[in-house]
């Protein structure tokens, strides 16, 4: 079974400018998690979708993120303008979405390191 | 705003040591995760806990949610070196199809040989 995906591994950006991460899910997972991990920190959840329908966004800066789930698959997170603070590794999660706690397990992609300068 | 404190942040330890990682909150959770993330990987699922009082073994792994579900402990017996990780624990909330992950504040583990 394969994984959760995500594109680019790396990437690195001046600040003010525009960067967009990419995450397919496990196949058949309906809830798709977005999270930040500043270095040395737990992941902090930024978005979550169940299907294309967002759950909850509360930690979203949405004044510069943004985030979608076209047809309930595949999801991009955008930061447009970047600041130095935005530098993290930023990681995709999936999990079934139905059943109790204990099928609900999240997998998590290998995440995507941004560096801000 | 639920928090998750984890205790201690760092741990320096020889190979063969026991150890102790704590993970307390102020608020009562559905269950609790543990999990082990190592550098340039997502974090990946230990154990889940749901009951109060639980306690879970996996090999020299010991995980115990508290009787309140509000905290939680994993104990290692004779750590190894690939016992070494960022541990991290998640208090999960809300039903499914909606369950909410609070990440705890990590404790980072090395283990010398």
């Known amino acids: 079974e394969a994984g959760v995906a995500q594109s680019p591994r790396y990437k690195i950006i001046e600040k003010r400018q525009s960067v967009a991460f990419w995450c397919n899910p496990i196949?058949?997972?309906?809830?798709l998690y977005w999270y930040q991990q500043i270095l040395g920190q737990g992941p902090k959840l930024l978005i979550q979708?169940?299907?294309?329908?967002?759950?909850?966004d509360s930690q979203l800066p949405k004044d510069r993120f943004s985030a979608e789930r076209l047809k309930g698959v595949d999801s991009t997170l955008k930061i447009q303008p970047a600041k130095l603070e935005d530098s993290a590794v930023y990681l995709c999660?999936?999990?079934?979405?139905?059943?109790?706690?204990?099928?609900?397990?999240?997998?998590f992609g290998a995440g995507t390191r941004l560096s801000v300068l | 705003t639920q928090l998750l404190e984890q205790s201690p942040q760092f741990l320096s330890i020889q190979e063969g040591e026991n150890l102790t990682v704590y993970c307390n909150s102020s608020?009562?959770?559905?269950?609790l995760q543990w999990y082990r993330q190592e550098p340039g990987e997502g974090p990946v699922l230990l154990v889940t806990?749901?009951?109060?009082?639980e306690v879970k073994k996996l090999k020299r792994l010991t995980f115990q949610f508290g009787d309140a579900r509000k905290d939680s402990s994993l104990h290692i017996t004779a750590a190894q070196p690939g016992d070494t990780g960022l541990y991290l624990c998640?208090?999960?909330?809300?039903?499914?199809?909606?369950?909410?992950?609070?990440f705890g504040t990590g404790t980072r583990l090395k283990v010398l040989a």
């Open positions: 999660a999936s999990s079934l979405g139905t059943g109790g706690i204990a099928k609900n397990i999240q997998y």
């Open positions: 196949s058949g997972h309906a809830t």
């Open positions: 979708f169940q299907n294309n329908g967002v759950v909850d």
């Open positions: 608020s009562v959770f559905s269950s």
């Open positions: 806990v749901v009951t109060g009082g």
């Open positions: 998640a208090g999960a909330a809300g039903a499914s199809g909606t369950y909410k992950y609070i």
